[in-house]
T-cell receptor, first 110, second 114 residues
Framework: QKEVEQDPGPLSVPEGAIVSLNCTYSNSAFQYFMWYRQYSRKGPELLMYTYSSGNKEDGRFTAQVDKSSKYISLFIRDSQPSDSATYLCAMSGGANNLFFGTGTRLTVIP | DTGVSQDPRHKITKRGQNVTFRCDPISEHNRLYWYRQTLGQGPEFLTYFQNEAQLEKSRLLSDRFSAERPKGSFSTLEIQRTEQGDSAMYLC????????????FGEGSRLTVL
């Protein structure tokens, strides 16, 4: 079993839709949870960063962490074609290596 | 541009040859990481430097792989006797005093082994 599971999609939504992306994990030691966005042939870019459980909002993006269920989510409101990318969840127990999901490929159709 | 830069962006080589990738991190960052990403997968951790000290290595980093950061600035990743399974994107990232996971990635060096 992988430490981090993420549905690879692909996911296609119309412009303006609310997008929900999710990851589950098995290691209860994970305390730091990240979402990275990766455009084609580019490196990942940090989008959201949360510590422990709870919600964090940044503009159209909301990250949620439920440690009791070992489940994290990223919501994108009013999705735009420029949001089309691969979204990677990542997590860490505080050590220097991150564990990434496989990424979910999102396409927002104008 | 003051981001993380990697060179070359794409390398095509024949099996058995040696290749070297270079990473220049953000100048004030003392932490540097190498990750490998294959098609359809997330990045996998390879190694971590704090300043010039290599503090952590993944089991993925076989004897054919070696990484250095001689003066605590740029880093190199060398792969000796390349194999077709080494074909991947090699990503470098750096971070400063921020928390674990707040990494700034470069655009990667894509390796194709024929």
């Amino acid at each position: 079993q992988k430490e981090v599971e993420q549905d690879p999609g692909p996911l296609s939504v119309p412009e303006g839709a609310i997008v929900s992306l999710n990851c589950t994990y098995s290691n209860s030691a994970f305390q730091y949870f990240m979402w990275y966005r990766q455009y084609s042939r580019k490196g990942p870019e940090l989008l959201m960063y949360t510590y422990s459980s709870g919600n964090k909002e940044d503009g159209r993006f909301t990250a949620q962490v439920d440690k009791s269920s070992k489940y994290i989510s990223l919501f994108i409101r009013d999705s735009q074609p420029s949001d089309s990318a691969t979204y990677l969840c990542a997590m860490s127990g505080g050590a220097n290596n991150l564990f990434f999901g496989t990424g979910t490929r999102l396409t927002v159709i104008p | 541009d003051t981001g993380v830069s990697q060179d070359p962006r794409h390398k095509i080589t024949k099996r058995g040859q040696n290749v070297t990738f270079r990473c220049d991190p953000i100048s004030e960052h003392n932490r540097l990481y190498w990750y490998r990403q294959t098609l359809g997968q997330g990045p996998e951790f390879l190694t971590y430097f704090q300043n010039e000290a290599q503090l952590e290595k993944s089991r993925l980093l076989s004897d054919r792989f070696s990484a250095e950061r001689p003066k605590g600035s740029f880093s190199t990743l060398e792969i000796q006797r390349t194999e077709q399974g080494d074909s991947a994107m090699y990503l470098c990232a750096s971070s400063g005093t921020s928390g674990p996971g707040e990494l700034f990635f470069g655009e990667g060096s894509r390796l194709t082994v024929l």
